[in-house]
């Protein structure tokens, strides 16, 4: 309902230039702001399968921030919806590890991105109370498990169902004005290195500044994401500060097709500016035009309702569930049973058959439940052929959603969390990419 309250966790810091203002850990409440109706589709969709709950979308605001020494302040954020991606968090029963001896770290390790500093300064800060598993937005993140869908497709068969929100539904709440946190000085030494080219295989987060997604992008497309988690060298020094703007294009574009077929995208960026604050702060002896680079998609969070994959080379693509197929099975195999009307069997049992009487009344119950949910079964008792045509019918909607409808988008709405990573990746051993370049 309107007005409910709201409560969630920072799983990731937020940063300032070079420094986390906000830790992660840290908590925000709410509201629920606005219901807002779903898509024509996906209502007609809930209908035909049985569902006439008038389904709706909560937008929520944010309002106070509590950082993690108990000190509040207010905020206002932007209303927004939770993502398809639930947060996981770690088990407290887990049982703790012996400390293992330290490890050095290699210079490649040494980056603000998901392996840098900030990762292990955020550690420190939060001593244990949560941990947002960041060796990847992959592993941040997650659909529901098996045990949540089951819930989902049992809920979906009622004819009308409470909707909410699940726990550990994440969201993204852009701010609508900005919070101070005072001024920080800088020593000269540590921006030696600023605006300099990232060392090879350097990883940042950064996060999207609009909108992309397989449908409707075409080669050549700009794209821009601006960087959310300062990137640091091997020696610590600053290189990219939060706030600097990627920017690439478009080299591979391809929508969904029928029969499952994935939409694809690839895009990589060229070039990298500071924001204006840190422009002046450049070394006199490093150019001021905005830095020529390389760097591809190294792992992403989705905002379809598709999972994504991302390959080596940057490449995404939505990622199609090969357990789809035991759907049809299943609603083959409760049709067959809503069909099964042997009148000599079922008698042996004690029941008459007949085109109006009670014979096979699971197989109707089950042919109603597939086609139509629990409002199904309910009509399909007052004949056996009403049960086989919802057993059909139900079979009929498997089939076509999970065999011959168009396969899953990739989407990214702005603001979605992505790694990026620097350098041009090397051709596989033993490519003719690799012999050219040996030949030269």
């Not at 009344?361 to 949910?373: A, E, Q």
């Not at 086989?388 to 990214?412: D, H, P, Q, T």
Request: with cysteine; net charge positive; proline share 5%.
């Amino acid at each position: 309902t309107v007005g409910a309250p709201v409560e969630g966790k920072l799983i990731e810091g937020v940063f300032a230039f070079d420094r986390e203002v906000v830790p992660a850990g840290s908590t925000v409440t709410g509201r629920v702001s606005r219901l807002q109706a779903v898509t024509k589709w996906q209502r007609l969709q809930a209908i035909l399968n049985g569902d006439f709950t008038p389904l709706r979308n909560a937008q929520v605001e944010f309002d106070s921030l509590t950082l993690p020494d108990g000190s509040r302040r207010p905020l206002h954020t932007i209303e927004t919806m939770g993502l398809n991606s639930i947060y996981i968090e770690p088990s407290k029963r887990a049982k703790k590890k012996p400390a293992k001896a330290p490890v050095r770290v290699q210079p490649q390790d040494q980056n603000g991105g998901i392996l840098g500093t900030a990762k292990q300064a955020a550690k420190e800060r939060i001593s244990g109370e949560i941990n947002a598993r960041t060796q990847g937005i992959a592993d941040l993140v997650r659909g529901p498990n098996k045990k949540e869908k089951l819930i989902d497709f049992l809920w979906a068969k009622l004819p009308y169902r409470p909707q909410y929100v699940r726990r550990g539904t994440r969201f993204d709440a852009p701010l609508r004005d900005g919070l101070g946190f005072g001024t920080e000085t800088v020593a000269p030494g540590d921006l030696t290195e600023l605006g300099s080219q990232p060392g090879a295989d350097s990883v940042v987060r950064a996060r999207f500044l609009t909108a992309l997604d397989s449908a409707s992008a075409r080669k050549g497309q700009a794209v821009e994401a601006v960087v959310a988690v300062p990137l640091f060298s091997a020696d610590h020094k600053l290189v990219l500060p939060e706030g600097t703007r990627l920017t690439g294009t478009v080299t591979v574009a391809k929508k969904a097709r029928s029969f499952h077929c994935p939409g694809q995208l690839r895009f990589h960026f060229q070039t990298v500016e500071l924001p204006a604050e840190a422009a002046n702060l450049r070394p006199a002896a490093t150019a001021q035009e905005p830095l020529k680079t390389q760097a591809r998609l190294d792992a992403a969070e989705g905002s379809g309702r598709a999972p994504i994959k991302v390959d080596s080379e940057g490449g995404v693509q939505a990622q199609e569930s090969k357990t789809r197929f035991i759907a049809p099975v299943i609603s083959l195999m409760l049709a067959s049973r809503a069909s099964d009307n042997d009148a000599g069997r079922h008698e042996g049992g004690g029941v008459t058959g007949g085109a109006g009487g009670n014979a096979n009344i699971s197989g109707r119950t089950l042919g109603g439940v597939s086609g139509f949910g629990l409002l199904g079964a309910a009509i399909s008792q007052s004949s056996r052929y009403v049960g086989m045509a919802f057993g059909y019918y139900g079979l009929a909607w498997s089939v076509y959603s999970n065999v011959i409808a168009r396969g899953g988008e990739v989407e990214f709405d702005k603001n979605a969390m992505m790694d990026v990573r620097f350098g041009a990746r090397a051709p596989a051993r033993g490519s003719k990419f690799q012999k050219a370049a040996l030949q030269k």
